[in-house]
Nanobody
Framework: QVQLVESGGGLVQPGGSLRLSCAAS????????IAWFRQVPGKEREGLLC?????????YYKDSVMGRFAISRDNANNTMYLHMNSLTPEDTAVYYC??????????????????WGQGIQVTVSS
């Protein structure tokens, strides 16, 4: 049984940084493309960025996070991370980690991803 468990969310001030973690069990993160999404109430879940399992190529699905967000993977601990910097109130959302069966990222449509974390709240506010 595949499980993705997120941690690290919370309240952060504008301009601050936060790192989200996503610990996986039941699958090996180094074998799959992995991604982060987010969702605010009343809006669709949107893809942020993804990293392939081959060559660790990062694909950005959302332009506004380029240069501020980064994704990484710790193969020894089977954990993926979302590194967020220069946060703004517009980044407030529930964040989700996700994996897909293929090794390449392709598009950031939620339906293309097979396994999801439970979601974790990130609030950017002073």
């Amino acid at each position: 049984q595949v499980q993705l468990v997120e941690s690290g969310g919370g309240l952060v001030q504008p301009g601050g940084s936060l790192r989200l973690s996503c610990a996986a069990s039941g699958l090996t993160l180094s074998d799959t493309a992995i991604a982060w999404f987010r969702q605010v109430p009343g809006k669709e879940r949107e893809g942020l960025l993804c990293i392939s399992s081959i060559y660790d190529l990062t694909t950005y699905y959302k332009d506004s996070v380029m240069g501020r967000f980064a994704i990484s993977r710790d193969n020894a601990n089977n954990t993926m991370y979302l590194h967020m910097n220069s946060l703004t109130p517009e980044d407030t959302a529930v964040y989700y980690c996700a994996t897909k069966r293929t090794q390449w990222c392709s598009g950031g449509v939620p339906g293309a991803f097979d396994h999801w974390g439970q979601g974790i709240q990130v609030t950017v506010s002073s």
